[in-house]
């Protein structure tokens, strides 16, 4: 159990540095397209989703990295599909399900900051900046 929180625990810390940085780099990328392109309104939300897609996608990936590292699954396809749909026709061992239920609490974590994020630069950047509407 020690060993699922402290690997729990430095994963969860990976994935938000990642997604901090990526955000960061989202942002920046948004304001130099809305600038240099007059990228408002739809254009713009289709760049912060995009890059949202992209950042979200690297933590799937590291975490799935992980269960394929620490030998969960068989193979690293399995540990993708079960780090992307998780819970359902593939289960962990036992000895892992707590780290399984860790990579859940910190997906809910990071879609909730993901939309934050969605709501604010709608608001800095996108359509409400340039006085349209959703």
Known sequence: MILN???GTIVISLTVLVHTFGLIAVTHAMGYLVAQ???HGRRSRTVAMMGLF???TAEVWLWAGLYWLLDVFADFETALYFSTV???DIVPAH???LLAALEGVNGFLLIG???AYLIA???RIGPFKAGEHF
Request: no cysteine.
């Open 5 to 7: 929180l402290l690997i």
């Open 37 to 39: 392109f007059r990228m």
């Open 54 to 56: 992209a950042v979200m």
């Open 86 to 88: 998780g819970y359902g």
């Open 95 to 97: 000895a892992w399900r």
């Open 113 to 115: 900051w993901s939309t």
């Open 121 to 123: 630069a709608g608001t």
